[in-house]
Structure formats: structure tokens, C-alpha cells
């Protein structure tokens, strides 16, 4: 149980578009979804908390015009990277957790982000 | 603000070899979970501990979280090849109640046969 996905695993894209990342909870209704970035060799970097219906909440430094967040259901969460530059190019990692299950975080296998 | 920090932040390990991480919070927490990441994978939960001095094992695997529930340990004996990967300990945020994590930087784990 408790498996989450994320779509596209690996995208390659130009400078100036934009790029949407999907994530869902398969098998269980995730009351809150978080986005995290992570450079290489690097620990997870939270970006945002997504609760479904409402809006993401952004840590400090994270810009959110940036980065939107969509939570329109109990198991899909979405992150556009909008306008993407280089230096958007990273490892973007949700995951997803439920009230039922505690406190424990469900990753996805995570979006490889390059951008020319 | 809340720290969580791990040590060391490297380790290289003969096969065969015990070895053990440490992580320690600024603040007291509530509980601890333990993530393996492997090389180009994606952090996977291994456990939660939530009593003060608990001790849980996972085959050769044990995890011990600290009586002040400040501080926890992982320590893995017999080192095998497939152990290689990153080890984040994290702990709730304590002025957060969505279930947001702080993790720690993690030890990058490499094991030489």
C-alpha cells in the first residue's frame, strides 16, 4: 500500500515554457501533498504544501507565481514550473500523506527537470 | 529555527562492517522517521519512532530513538552492497500541523566489496 506516482519521470524542455508535473496517491486518499526539489548529493528542499480544495502553502523563498500548485483532488496534486529557465533543472520530488496513516511521508519516484 | 542534523555526512564501509549514523534534533520531537535513498532513486520510509528510548529492528537494521526524543541512531550491521544509498533521518515540524518534515542532510552511504 501506499504508493504514489509521478508523471513525466524525466522531461527535457526549452528555456521560456512551461512544464507540468503530475502527482497521485494510488491507493489511498492523501490529505496533504508536499513538492520538493533536490540538487544533487543534497537533502530535500520543501518548496510546498498542497490540502485538497484550498490553496498551497510555500515555504519562504519559494516564488509561487513560479511555481503553481493545483490540488483538485484527494490523489492528484500538479506543479507547473512556469516559464522555465536553466536554472529551474532539477530533481522535483512529491509526496503525499494521509491523516489515517500518521505523520509518515509517501514519495514519488520523483521528475528529472532539464532545461535548455 | 529547527535544525536536524546528521552525522556523518559521509561513510564508506567494508563489505561485512558494522556501522552507525547519527541524528540530532534542536528541538524535541513528537517522532522520527528514517528514509533510505538509493543512487538516482527517490527517498523510501524505512520506520517511525515515536516512544522515548525505543528501539526497533529491521533484519540488520536498528533504530533507536533517544530518551529526550532529541536524537535518534541507525545501525546496520554486516554491510551489504545493497545498503549503499543516502540515510534521512526527519522530524515534524514543531510549529506545523500539515505533517510537513524536517530532514536532515542525510549520510551518503558507499560500500566497498
Known amino acids: 500500500g501506499a504508493v504514489v506516482s509521478q508523471h513525466p519521470s524525466r522531461v527535457i524542455c526549452k528555456s521560456g515554457t512551461s512544464v507540468k508535473i503530475e502527482c497521485r496517491s494510488l491507493d489511498f486518499q492523501a490529505t496533504t501533498m508536499f513538492w520538493y526539489r533536490q540538487f544533487p548529493k543534497k537533502s530535500l528542499m520543501l518548496m510546498a504544501t498542497s490540502n485538497e480544495g484550498s490553496k498551497a502553502t510555500y515555504e519562504q523563498g519559494v516564488e509561487k507565481d513560479k511555481f503553481l500548485i493545483n490540488h483538485a483532488s484527494l490523489t492528484l496534486s500538479t506543479l507547473t514550473v512556469t516559464s522555465a529557465h536553466p536554472e529551474d533543472s532539477s530533481f522535483y520530488i512529491c509526496s503525499a500523506r494521509s491523516d489515517r496513516v500518521g505523520e509518515t511521508q509517501y514519495f514519488g519516484p520523483g521528475t528529472r527537470l532539464l532545461v535548455l | 529555527g529547527q535544525q536536524v542534523m546528521q552525522i556523518p555526512q559521509y561513510q564508506h564501509v567494508q563489505e561485512g562492517e558494522d556501522f552507525t549514523t547519527y541524528c540530532n534534533s534542536s528541538?524535541?520531537?513528537?517522532?522520527i522517521q528514517w528514509y533510505k535513498q538509493r543512487p538516482g532513486g527517490h527517498p523510501v520510509f524505512l520506520i517511525q519512532l515515536v516512544k522515548s528510548g525505543e528501539v526497533k529492528k529491521q533484519k540488520r537494521l536498528t533504530f533507536q530513538f533517544g530518551e529526550a526524543k532529541k536524537n535518534s541512531s541507525l545501525h546496520i550491521t554486516a554491510t551489504q552492497t545493497t545498503d549503499v544509498g543516502t540515510y534521512f533521518c526527519a522530524g515534524p515540524r514543531t510549529t506545523d500541523s500539515w505533517g510537513k518534515l524536517q530532514f536532515g542532510a542525510g549520510t551518503q552511504v558507499v560500500v566497498t566489496p
Open positions: 528541538t524535541t520531537l513528537s517522532n
